[in-house]
């Protein structure tokens, strides 16, 4: 899991802002995606990709965004528009497609807070 | 998107007992469903999964078991130790895709 990392580890916004979270991964993984973590919520699907300039929608893609122009990098934004979010955002990567392993590693996560 | 329901939120047991996790999907077409354990602070960590044609799975003192008719499978961990407290998190896939639905957790304490 070493191979996947994030930053910042802590993030601090003001209302109204758009920030964004890296995630970078040398795992050569095609399948990249984005969880929201809040308390007693277990992880929510946020936005993944499958592999590069392809991307989808999860259960709570509203008020995000996502790009993925280069295999090993799959950011996320955090717009104006989402109305809470202040929470805990893991990336992971999967294996490649094909590959027997369903294994997602997950990045060390980002913590960020609106002020 | 399809639900996973996760039970209990809450498990406490004395050292060396037994601990069991239950978890259902709704997704019929889910075909794996990994646990994973996540200490304070930490990122969440595979420690067991199991594929949809297997119905149990065994590593050391953690087992899986499925029931792919009933659509619920189970994390047994056996000789808990002080150092198994954590939250479990299991998931199921979304159909046979690759992204995950996951449960809300089960904070484990193991009290020595």
């Known amino acids: 899991d070493g191979g996947i990392t994030q930053s910042p580890k802590y993030l601090f916004r003001k209302e109204g802002q758009n920030v964004t979270l890296s995630c970078e991964q040398n795992?050569?993984?095609?399948?990249m995606y984005w969880y929201r973590q809040d308390p007693g919520q277990g992880l929510r699907l946020i936005y993944y990709?499958?592999?590069?300039?392809?991307?989808q929608k999860g259960d709570i893609a509203e008020g995000y965004s996502v790009s993925r122009e280069k295999k090993e990098s799959f950011p996320l934004t955090v717009t104006s528009a989402q109305k809470n979010p202040t929470a805990f955002y893991l990336c992971?990567?999967?294996?490649?497609?094909?590959?027997?392993?369903?294994?997602?590693?997950f990045g060390p996560g980002t913590r960020l807070t609106v002020l | 998107g399809e639900n996973v329901e996760q039970h209990p939120s809450t498990l406490s047991v004395q050292e060396g007992d037994s601990a069991v996790i239950k978890c259902t999907y709704s997704?019929?077409?889910?075909?794996?469903f990994p646990w994973y354990k996540q200490e304070l602070g930490k990122r969440p960590q595979l420690i067991i999964d199991?594929?949809?044609?297997?119905g149990e799975k065994k590593d050391q003192r953690i087992a899986v078991t499925l029931n792919k008719t009933a659509k619920h499978f189970s994390l047994h961990i056996t000789e808990t130790q002080p150092e198994d407290s954590a939250v479990y998190f299991c998931?199921?896939?979304?159909?046979?895709?690759?992204?995950?639905?996951f449960g809300k957790g089960t904070s484990l304490l193991v009290t020595p």
């Open positions: 990709s499958q592999i590069v300039n392809d991307f």
């Open positions: 997704d019929s077409a889910s075909n794996y």
């Open positions: 199991i594929r949809s044609n297997v």
């Open positions: 992971a990567s999967r294996h490649p497609s094909g590959s027997s392993y369903n294994e997602q590693f």
């Open positions: 795992l050569n993984h095609d399948a």
């Open positions: 998931a199921a896939s979304i159909g046979s895709g690759y992204a995950l639905n």
